[in-house]
């Protein structure tokens, strides 16, 4: 039996650390629009993996990488014959290879062939409960396995180093530079194709196809102005910022423009012409609990994973994963941003601005006006909440804890019971209602006992429509937490079902799982009613346990998968 799945939803990481506490035997197959492989487990340890293009035998890999000349190759299976043995066992006699470079060689070759999968971020995956995968030749797999777990953290720790030492971008005014950065950047690409921890791949496509379009202006127009060198945008400061700065453009000029203004004072830039692959690495750096400032376009294109389609719900998105991080909207001329909820609006340069040599010194401004404003906005100090002061070191390490905790907890159940004793943390009443056929149905309950409410069997009997509360509603439209008072007679049903009073204001917050929302956080803090505090930590916590549910319901289908297949 086949388990399916999107790497765009799981990446191989995940996947690696699933197989691996489960211990699956069986065979991965990636399918990815850079090619196909195969990594083979056998209790939950890695034994093999293959690329299409990889070496497909011993002969592949000794010979092909010149671990062993073609006439010592051809000895070996000779004396192979001749005395009765297997092909191993006569290679491992060769005084040019030995036993222990030959175990050696597999296990580089297994390797390799894992870590240029990592950067398979789009595509599909399927595991199958099997001894052994089609096309891997026996001979190449490592017999005591590779600590999956091992492979997972190397493989992401390689596509950070990898992101962080790609070269400056050259100049693509220079007609004789195209050729140069397009060969540097084919060569990264079909090694090493698009990551989970998701999007460096994509990021290199994209420059490539950058290339490629300026190449064809400058090539149909060879008196474009595009063609003569264009001014520098900004002066290199001393040092340059470690924040992530993510900016989303259709525009491939504009992008450009963006990279070349911010290049001097940020080490890391990512520039994206979709919405979706901007938001998968703005996702990879919040769950590293690190927070990028994100350059969003006035007309980024819509999100088709979340079915935001306007700048505006692209942000309220954003700012539910992560409240304090700046989002700046570019657009031209720059206005008012509070519209969309953007924290301010920067100028875009038009095409024909970003063409025109007469026009440098403006472009110039307006990239010195970006990295101002990304300046400003990056974020208060390390420890500092965007709502009051500092953050105490027990709740950062509280966080931390919890967060990692949550890594671990999808196999044993706790993921839910986890996220109830966090929020009661913050709040002094906490309900939680799981969403199943447009219902809200109780579920448990911290608290509500001190303002009248339902112990955890009598919460249970509670059922409502899940958009009849305006609460409920507002989070299901937005795909965001919603904090206030009572709007509507729904929200004051819910209040008199939860306690005798209605609270001054409530928190309602979705936690999702897959493509929708699966349950809903209820808070307040009657009797007492202080005002709510800073929900930037839950909001946190809340999007890991997303991800934590997905790997355990990845995980139960492995478990029916292995099942089914015995």
């Given amino acids: 039996m086949s388990l399916v799945g999107s790497l765009e939803d799981l990446g191989l990481g995940d996947i690696l650390q699933i197989i691996s506490l489960s211990r699956k035997s069986g065979v991965l197959v990636l399918r990815s629009e ?46 192979a014959r001749a005395g009765g043995t297997d092909l191993e066992t006569a290679l ?55 600590d999956a777990q091992y492979l997972a953290m190397e493989g992401a720790r390689l596509r950070d180093e990898e992101h962080r030492d790609l070269p400056a971008p050259a100049d693509r005014s220079d007609p004789a530079s195209f050729a140069d950065l397009g060969a540097e950047l084919r060569e990264e690409v079909p090694g090493a194709p698009e990551p989970e921890e998701v999007v460096l791949e994509a ?19 060879p008196d474009h102005e595009l063609a003569e060198p264009m001014a520098e945008v900004v002066a290199e400061p001393a040092a340059r910022a470690d924040t992530p700065v993510v900016v989303v453009d259709p525009s491939l000029p504009v992008l450009e423009w963006a990279k070349r203004a911010l290049d001097a004072a940020y080490e890391r830039i990512h520039i994206f012409q979709k919405t979706e692959l901007a938001i998968a690495r703005i996702r990879q750096y919040l769950v590293r609990r690190v927070t990028p ?25 954003l700012k539910t994963q992560a409240p304090r991080m700046a989002v700046l909207l570019l657009c031209e001329p720059p206005g008012d941003a509070s519209g969309v909820g953007a924290d301010a609006a920067v100028a875009r340069p038009t095409q024909s601005d970003l063409y025109n040599q007469r026009r440098a010194h403006l472009v110039k401004d307006l990239g010195e006006a970006l990295r101002a404003a990304v300046e400003r906005h990056r974020g208060a100090p390390r420890g500092e ?12 390490r509280r966080l931390k804890e919890v967060s990692d905790r949550l890594r671990e907890a999808a196999p044993r159940g706790e993921i839910l019971p986890m996220v109830m004793r966090f929020a009661a943390e913050h709040f002094n009443r906490v309900a939680l209602f799981l969403v199943r056929d447009d219902l809200a149905v109780g579920m448990t309950q911290h608290g509500l006992a001190a303002a009248g409410g339902p112990d955890d069997a009598a919460l249970r009997e509670i059922a409502l429509p899940a958009g009849q509360p305006a609460w409920f509603r ?72 997303g991800l934590a549910l997905d790997r355990a319901a990845l995980e139960r289908r492995l478990a029916e998968a292995e099942s089914g297949g015995v």
């Avoid at 049903?493 to 609270?503: C, I, K, N, V, Y």
């Fill in 34 to 79: 850079h090619g196909e492989g195969q990594i083979l487990f056998r209790e939950g340890r890695v034994t093999g993996a293959f690329r299409k293009g990889d070496p497909a035998d011993l002969h592949g890999l000794l010979v092909g990488t010149g671990a062993l000349s073609e006439d010592d190759f051809r000895a070996a299976v000779r004396a």
């Fill in 92 to 146: 491992s006699a060769l005084p040019a290879l030995g036993s222990e470079r030959l175990d050696g060689l597999r296990k580089t070759h297994v390797e390799r062939a894992a870590f240029a999968m990592f950067s398979w971020s789009t595509g599909e995956f399927s595991f199958e409960v099997r001894e052994d995968a089609d096309g891997l030749d026996p001979d190449l797999c490592v017999a005591q396995g590779i």
């Fill in 203 to 221: 990021e290199l496509l994209l420059e490539v196809e950058a290339v490629a379009e300026v190449e064809a202006l400058v090539e149909a127009e």
């Fill in 293 to 317: 400032v994100v350059v969003l376009s006035e007309v980024a294109p819509p999100d088709p994973n979340s079915g935001a389609r306007t700048p505006a719900e692209i942000i309220r998105r």
């Fill in 385 to 396: 909440r965007a709502r009051g002061g500092p953050v105490e070191p027990h709740a950062l």
């Fill in 474 to 545: 507002d989070v299901f439209q937005r795909r965001a937490s919603v904090r206030g008072p009572v709007r509507d007679e729904g929200d004051r049903r819910l209040a008199a079902l939860l306690g005798d009073r209605e609270p001054p204001e409530a928190y309602v917050a979705p936690l999702e799982s897959g493509d929708r929302v699966v349950a809903l956080l209820y808070a307040d803090n009657l009797p007492d009613a202080q005002p709510l505090g800073d929900t930037a930590a839950l909001e946190v916590v809340l999007h890991e346990a």
